[in-house]
């Protein structure tokens, strides 16, 4: 088993699988390294694949207080793991929580990331939801705690935007609610607490984003409804960005439309690696409807 040592002195478990390019595979919440097994499959076809297990998910190290962790950390842990796997710069790919992970490392650390794939991000953004989604997230913790993570698994995985997942492929979904029920209460409780409930807007990093020039893939399911509004802001804000819409689709993308999301990260790597993901064309006048001068 391979293991980083952050910078704060945290072990993280990661694996590595194929040769090529770098690609590093982020989580989302109710995930963990197994999150990515669909993509490192068809991925390590010609790419190197590294995923891992972030702080507070088993095998990785599980802190105590919910202080060691954070959103800045998050990022950080990204290309610490980076680091102990020899790889000086990667394409990045996260899932909602690991999304918001990958926007924060394309700001931090431009020089190690090749591009940026940010799918499922927004939850806790949108500024009329922000305090709903703080008490939310606490109401969570609390879930984990209280219940432990086999008793609070089913709910969690029944979320407003998992039901999707749930309704496509059945058998998929139970075995994410399985692993999910396989949580550190602790780890949960303080990622939640830590990370997700502390988080920045993205609409408080309007600035920044401007000026990012990393190449940017955003993906939102069109019934994720708290990601839809934020993945269209991040579209018209980051200048070498595009935008995907998953029809009938909710939050765990990755595992309910996985051929679809393959397709998609695929053609958007090789068109970076072409060096064809440009900014968008300045006749593109957002302003303008037709033509007629």
Request: with cysteine.
């Amino acid at each position: 088993m391979a293991f980083a040592t952050t910078g704060d002195g945290i072990r993280l478990f990661y694996e590595v699988t194929g040769q090529g390019s770098a690609i590093v595979f982020v989580h989302e919440f109710g995930g963990n390294y197994w999150s990515w097994e669909p993509q490192v499959s068809y991925f390590s076809r010609r790419h190197q694949c590294i995923t891992y297990a972030a702080r507070g998910y088993p095998p990785s190290d599980i802190p105590e207080s919910a202080d060691q962790y954070s959103q800045v950390r998050a990022a950080d842990d990204i290309v610490d793991v980076m680091s102990a796997a020899g790889i000086e710069k990667a394409h990045i790919v996260g899932l909602s929580m690991g999304a918001f992970a990958c926007v924060h490392a394309a700001l931090r650390h431009p020089d190690r990331v090749l591009s940026a794939v940010v799918a499922g991000a927004g939850y806790g953004s949108e500024k009329e939801h922000q305090e709903y989604f703080r008490k939310n997230s606490e109401q969570v913790a609390r879930g984990f705690e209280e219940r432990g993570a086999e008793g609070f698994a089913p709910i969690y995985a029944e979320s407003a935007s998992r039901v999707q997942f749930q309704e496509k492929d059945p058998r998929g979904w139970k075995l994410f609610a399985e692993r999910l029920a396989k949580h550190s209460v602790r780890g949960a409780a303080n990622t939640m607490r830590g990370v997700q409930m502390r988080r920045p807007s993205l609409y408080d990093l309007e600035d920044d984003l401007s000026a990012m020039q990393v190449p940017v893939l955003v993906i939102v399911g069109d019934e994720d409804d708290h990601s839809i509004q934020p993945g269209i802001f991040l579209k018209r804000t980051v200048p070498r960005s595009g935008l995907v819409m998953f029809p009938k689709s909710g939050h765990t993308l990755n595992l309910e439309e996985p051929a679809l999301f393959n397709r998609m990260v695929a053609e958007f790597i090789a068109q970076v690696e072409a060096g064809r993901w440009g900014p968008r064309d300045p006749r593109a006048d957002p302003q303008q409807i037709m033509r007629a001068d």
